[in-house]
């Protein structure tokens, strides 16, 4: 990069196709995704829960962090973690998913984190509703957004801040956002937000702010960067674009058989292989049908639960696999009908790429 980053208004470098920059790879080495054989568990193992984290992870220590609730309100108050550990205790499996899921298949590419399919997840995650905390504090009448703010702060376009996100008081009479403090029965990892974050299920991550120090009531709309600047649908540089929320429909697969070493396409023997992956949708909303391109047909697949209202559905199907190469692909339908679609929707940053997940698989005459 020859530009200033740090000057305000700097622009990201342009990308349109194809290779990736080194910047992009040692983005990509940060944040890590979730590697896809977990696919077949309904909990993502803690360790391989992929990673977003925009600035550097700020090492807290747990005694001393305080969660404050500031601003328009008629009884501000603050917690240690102690007094939030001491809170009703709720457990709920929620997936996350990155907003920037699927960047790296969108044409021409925005520079920026290159995920291709794995930045999703699903934990437990323990913690206390955030409901009646915020009740407690008595918003004033007048307040019109909740922030939320990190301890982490860095540059983007040029322009300093904290991570911080918001929600309307609407958003969280209607939203189960829960304080978290653990995940999968583990005390949260710092690159996870240890000590202290929210979850908001149903919607892409960015919204789930990590290191959580204070919630602020305001009784204007939240202008922080990440709010306002970023995290939008654009078609075009003149799009005022519309705010990400809820996850898109989407589902991928546990890649059948063993990899090749660099290429990770997939080998199996000809027989019955059991194809099996995960499907998910925002909002809370039921997935009700999983198809399999086998071949070139698409062939309905058998849904094999969810653990929670907020959390991926599993499903398989069985193949019969004749030698050849295959691009095996999946795609979801969720209750409110909607479909993922076969190509990228285009975005400018990349954002909310739900389309199907396609994996090569070549399969050997049985015994070879
Ligand atoms: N404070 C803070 N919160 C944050 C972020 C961040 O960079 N800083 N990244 C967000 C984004 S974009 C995502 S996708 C999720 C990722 O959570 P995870 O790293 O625990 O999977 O955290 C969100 N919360
Ligand atoms: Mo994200």
Not at 33 to 49: C, D, F, R, V
Not at 154 to 171: I, N
Not at 224 to 236: A, E, I, M, N, P
Not at 274 to 279: D, I, K, S, V, Y
Request: hydrophobic share 40%.
């Amino acid at each position: 990069m020859t530009n200033n980053p740090f000057a305000p208004g700097a622009k990201r470098p342009e990308v349109t196709e194809g290779v990736f920059s080194p910047e992009e790879v040692a983005l990509a080495n940060r944040n890590s995704g979730a590697l896809l054989e977990t696919l077949g568990l309904e909990i993502t193992p803690t360790g391989t829960h992929y990673l977003l984290n925009h600035f550097d992870v700020p090492v807290l220590s747990e005694a001393g962090h305080v969660l404050r609730f500031e601003g328009a309100l008629d009884a501000p108050y603050a917690l240690t973690m102690e007094e939030i550990r001491a809170l009703p205790e709720k457990t709920m499996p929620v997936t996350l998913e990155c907003a920037g899921n699927g960047r790296a298949g969108v044409s021409p590419r925005c520079f920026s984190m290159p995920w291709m399919y794995e930045a999703v997840g699903t934990s437990e995650w323990t913690g206390t509703p955030l409901a009646p905390l915020l009740e407690r504090a008595k918003p004033q009448a007048g307040v019109q957004d909740f922030a939320f703010l990190g301890a982490d702060f860095g540059f983007d376009k040029g322009q300093p801040h904290y991570f911080g996100r918001s929600l309307t008081p609407a958003q969280i009479a209607e939203l189960d956002v829960m304080l978290v403090w653990g995940m999968n029965g583990q005390p949260l990892l710092p690159q996870h937000g240890a000590p202290l974050r929210i979850i908001v299920p149903g919607w892409y991550g960015m919204a789930s702010v990590k290191w959580l120090t204070t919630i602020e009531a305001l009784t204007e709309r939240y202008q922080g960067f990440q709010q306002v600047q970023t995290y939008r649908l654009r078609k075009d540089e003149d799009d005022p674009g519309t705010p990400i929320t809820t996850i898109r429909v989407k589902s991928l697969m546990k890649p059948p058989g063993v990899p090749d070493w660099v290429t990770r396409q997939r080998w199996v023997q000809a027989g019955r292989v059991t194809l099996e992956g995960r499907a998910w949708s925002g909002g809370g909303v039921p997935i009700t049908r999983v198809e399999v391109l086998l071949g070139d047909t698409w062939q309905d697949a058998e849904l094999t639960g969810r653990p929670d209202t907020y959390a991926w559905t599993g499903w398989r199907i069985d193949w019969d696999a004749t030698p050849g190469v295959y691009d095996l692909a999946c795609r979801a339908t969720d209750a409110n009908g909607t479909t993922q679609p076969l190509e990228a929707p285009f975005d400018m940053a990349g954002f909310a790429n739900n389309s199907v997940h396609r994996v090569r698989v070549h399969v050997a005459e049985a015994g070879a």
